[in-house]
């Protein structure tokens, strides 16, 4: 079954760049079946989508945080990647990778990472 | 961007009693693309409900969605220790995707 699993830095300076991979097991992330997307859950509140980026390729970013986001796919290790830049303490947050369909009406998260906490301090 | 928001922020209930939650959303929903998510501390959110009405596998029939247009809801019967969680909406037509700030069931 397909699984997927956060990893990256749990601490990053203010105004530096945060950097999180999600590794798709199981699966491929050539699935141009699927969007593969970033979450986030800063602590004791709600869930924010990020963005996904779908076949190999295209994204599609929250307005709110298009100026700062890069979400990537890296083929060759059957990863996509998170790139965030010029954080601040508001970033402090668990980030989730997640799998949805790319198919109209079915584009709910189906499959979620168990995420990680990246925190933002000097 | 849609808004949804959810009522109650808390429901404190007995085993055996009856939750039902709301989200309303800002603007129609199309295609009653609006899912629910149970998240229990610590753990990433799981999937509940799709298309405001179709479970998930995994969750017993005590679970069920409902409504269109701007107005859903999720119901419990029976409650059970285990449903002890905070439970999100999220739509999923046009982006960006959104999720309601979450009702939080806490089992006496």
């Known amino acids: 079954q397909v699984q997927l699993q956060e990893s990256g830095p749990g601490l990053v300076k203010p105004s530096e760049t945060l950097s999180l991979s999600c590794t798709v097991s199981?699966?491929?992330?050539?699935?141009?079946?699927?969007?593969w997307s970033w979450i986030r859950q800063p602590p004791a509140k709600g869930l924010e989508w990020i963005g996904y980026?779908?076949?190999?390729?295209?994204?599609n970013y929250h307005p709110s945080l298009k100026s700062r986001v890069i979400i990537s796919v890296d083929t060759s290790k059957n990863q996509f990647s998170l790139t965030l830049t010029s954080v601040t303490a508001a970033d402090t947050a668990v980030y989730y990778c997640?799998?949805?369909?790319?198919?109209?009406?079915?584009?709910?998260?189906?499959?979620w990472g168990r995420g990680t906490l990246v925190t933002v301090s000097s | 961007e849609i808004v949804l928001t959810q009522s109650p922020d808390t429901l404190s209930l007995s085993p055996g009693e009856g939750a039902t939650l709301s989200c309303r959303a800002s603007?129609?929903?199309?295609?009653?693309?609006l899912a629910w998510y149970q998240q229990k501390p610590g753990q990433a959110p799981r999937l509940l409900i799709f298309?405001?009405?179709n479970r998930a596998a995994g969750f017993p029939d005590r679970f069920s969605g409902r409504g269109s247009g701007t107005e859903f809801t999720l119901t419990i019967s029976r409650l059970e220790p285990e449903d002890s969680a905070v439970y999100y909406c999220?739509?999923?037509?046009?982006?960006?995707?959104?999720f309601g700030q979450g009702t939080k069931i806490e089992i006496k």
């Open positions: 997640a799998r949805s369909l790319a198919v109209a009406g079915s584009r709910y998260f189906d499959l």
């Open positions: 199981g699966g491929s992330v050539r699935s141009v079946m699927h969007y």
């Open positions: 980026v779908y076949d190999s390729g295209s994204t």
């Open positions: 603007q129609t929903i199309s295609g009653n693309y």
């Open positions: 298309g405001a009405l």
């Open positions: 999220q739509h999923y037509g046009n982006s960006p995707w959104t």
